[in-house]
């Protein structure tokens, strides 16, 4: 395909017109987490960090986040687990309806969040009896992290082959030494790199979230969506997403350093 020059200064304008789309209203809300009027106006009319202390010893944002980061690390420990069991049933094993169970698996995170969170408030209040709260929220999170965790192992486990597995025990190795030797340092980059991404996915999650999380439990982002259209606290939430939003940098570089790695999973 011949490029001219005017294809170029074409495709370059509708990059930063994009960027410019996603990263100026990302800008707004760290600047007003400065500005010193309640009401967000432009321009800012002074610079201020009293939003910033008052943000830091608002009770209800850190109980808040707090909540948020159990929610996440219990979902992320159960994604791990359920999401690399799958993808070594699905990649080492051939059976009857593979490809039918790696498209269930892989579903969750295809599937509106209204969608899910609406059968899932159904299946554990109408099915199983279930009061709403901690327990659900995190089980509803854990269903879309595994997918995340299950596409990190099985890319790796499909680079990785399984010569040097055979080799281990061909060299008189049990499956468990050479799980513990060859296939979990290859797998380290991968797991973590999926365990960042499902952290940061549970975090953040918050239509899934509204519906099975009841009236006992209150995340971050519900917090944040309960206090934006209150005057006094508007200024702390663009804080809190100020905050958010540096703290998101750097799981992401991580993930794309490791996912890029070249060593085979050694870190």
């Known amino acids: 395909m011949t490029r001219t020059r005017g294809l170029v200064w074409s495709l370059r304008a509708v990059v930063v017109a994009t960027l410019v789309f996603i990263y ?5 809300v760290v600047i007003n987490a ?15 960090l009293e939003w910033w202390r008052l943000a830091l010893t608002n009770e209800g944002a850190r109980d808040a ?10 979902a992320t420990v159960l994604a791990l687990v359920l999401g690399s069991l799958a993808s070594f049933a699905l990649q080492r094993y051939a059976f009857f309806g593979r490809d039918a169970i790696s498209l269930l698996v892989i579903l969750p995170i295809a599937l509106p969040g209204i969608v899910t969170g609406l059968a899932l408030n159904s299946a554990f209040t109408a099915m199983l009896g279930i009061d709403l709260g901690f327990f659900t929220v ?12 299950f596409n990190n192992v099985i890319a790796r486990l499909r680079r990785l082959g399984e010569n040097a597995e055979a080799a281990s025990m061909d060299l008189g190795a049990t499956r468990i030494m050479t ?4 296939t979990f340092p290859a797998l380290r980059s991968a797991l973590l790199a999926g365990g960042l991404l499902a952290f940061a996915l549970s975090f953040d ?11 006992s439990i209150e995340t971050l982002p519900i917090w944040i969506l309960n206090n934006l259209t209150r005057p006094n606290n508007a200024p702390v939430v663009n804080v809190i997403g100020t905050c958010l ?14 996912s890029g790695d070249t060593t085979g999973g050694r870190l």
């Open 205 to 215: 999650e918050i239509i899934v979230t509204t519906f099975t999380a009841g009236a």
């Open 138 to 149: 995190v089980v509803a999170h854990t269903t879309f992290c595994i997918v995340v965790v």
């Open 34 to 48: 400065f500005n010193p009027d309640r009401v967000s106006t432009w321009p800012p009319s002074g610079f201020t």
């Open 179 to 182: 799980f513990r030797l060859v």
């Open 65 to 74: 986040a707090w909540t948020s980061v159990q929610v996440a690390l219990c």
């Open 24 to 28: 100026v209203p990302l800008m707004v």
């Open 245 to 258: 939003i540096l703290l998101s940098i750097v799981p992401i570089y991580l993930v794309q350093k490791l």
